[in-house]
């Protein structure tokens, strides 16, 4: 029974939690700009604001995995219910004092996402199956869900259901994470001390070099993620769409990513987290250069596409890579570390991007993309 509503209540956060990042991110560029935010100014605001969360991630996960009365759960509540307050300021604002707020919502969805990733981890550890797969998969259904249905809402002149959809997830988030059952003398309840000699980043990564190595490389693969995601109007608008068919290709992307995500434990029985890293950030290059000749949006739909061997790929496999290679002492550090690689990548991709469309236009965004991820690429290899 317990099984049954931990995998329920983990599957329903997550899908709202994923409809929060396409309002916060995905349309984040759409948003800001209608606000009156130029190409540059909006990639700087959202890169600004993941420095900031990039900041927070490893300072949240220390706190974390050292402090007895602060969990992955406690810690998601206090940031969702902060998420709420931030979304009603945008919803009851204007000018400077909206991007202000919308600054905040990126923060702290961000903030959330390494521990709500510990989750599942925590669930198995204490004999309650939570499969990671299919919860990030139901994440990415209603990602796909809700990008589909943004193209019916006209959203060059209502950029408020993006904030409205952001703020009813929010709500559904909270609720679900109050849901979610606490597992009693489970092994993450004991008492939090600083039980070895990692005291500095120093030694964390002297101790840890191979998930480094792979860290690393995932920020280098985050960021080409992000610039084309930053800049995803601008392709489609090269291609010869407009914010409709951006709708479609994001909701196709989404889908896309629903068979590995679900079938994801059976692959990694064949192949480890490592060697899925290194297919990911091959399709990677793949998918830039699909991008860089796309003349029409059956391209831009086939890059898309690839989101099944690119993103739905490397997502999974690195909050893996984390269990793995991280002691559970300190698996929420590992995860936030893990986040930080999406944040970092965020904070590259959208001020690359904003720079390089405001003075080069989309080809320029694409060809910088493709050397970022030719690096990570090399990084992972």
């Not at 996960?61 to 406690?74: E, F």
């Not at 997830?169 to 109050?178: E, F, H, M, P, Q």
């Not at 490397?314 to 929420?332: M, R, W």
Request: glycine content about 6%.
């Amino acid at each position: 029974m317990r099984s049954k509503r931990a995998f329920i209540f983990s599957a329903i956060a997550f899908a709202s939690f994923y409809v929060i990042m396409l309002c916060a991110i995905g349309y984040a560029t759409v948003f800001l700009r209608s606000a009156g935010a130029s190409k540059a100014q909006s990639g700087t605001i959202v890169a600004v604001a993941c420095i900031v969360a990039a900041v927070l991630q490893p300072v949240l996960g220390r706190v974390c995995d050292r402090l007895k009365k602060v969990d992955w759960k406690r810690l998601s509540l206090i940031l969702s219910v902060l998420l709420l307050a931030a979304f009603v300021g945008v919803l009851l604002s204007d000018n400077i004092v909206l991007i202000v707020f919308f600054f905040a919502v990126i923060v702290l969805a961000y903030c959330i996402n390494p521990f709500l990733n510990e989750c599942s981890f925590y669930y198995e550890r204490n004999g309650i199956h939570v499969n990671f797969g299919i919860v990030r998969g139901i994440g990415s259904l209603s990602y796909a869900l809700i990008s589909y249905l943004f193209r019916f809402a006209e959203l060059e002149e209502n950029t408020r259901a993006i904030i409205t959809t952001g703020h009813a997830a929010t709500v559904i988030l909270i609720v679900s994470l109050i849901a979610l059952p606490r597992v009693k003398d489970a092994e993450a309840d004991e008492p939090k001390e600083k039980k070895s000699e990692i005291k500095e980043i120093g030694t964390f990564i002297k101790r840890y070099k191979v998930f480094m190595l792979f860290w690393f490389a995932l920020i280098f693969i985050m960021t080409f993620q992000n610039l084309f995601s930053a800049n995803l109007i601008d392709i489609v608008d090269k291609a010869g769409g407009d914010v409709s068919e951006m709708g479609i290709a994001l909701s196709l992307a989404a889908i896309m990513e629903l068979p590995v995500m679900f079938l994801f434990s059976r692959i990694m029985k064949k192949l480890s987290p490592e060697r899925l890293l290194l297919v990911g950030a091959f399709f990677y290059i793949i998918r830039c250069i699909l991008f860089l000749v796309a003349n029409s949006m059956a391209l831009i739909y086939v890059a898309q596409a690839f989101q099944m061997l690119t993103y739905a790929v490397v997502t999974p496999a690195s909050v893996y890579l984390s269990d793995k290679l991280i002691d559970k002492e300190y698996s929420n550090t590992g995860q936030a570390l893990v986040a930080f690689t999406v944040t970092a990548g965020t904070i590259l991709g959208f001020y690359l991007g904003g720079v390089t469309s405001e003075h080069g236009g989309a080809t320029t965004v694409l060809i910088a993309g493709l050397i970022i991820t030719i690096v990570g690429f090399i990084y992972s290899y």
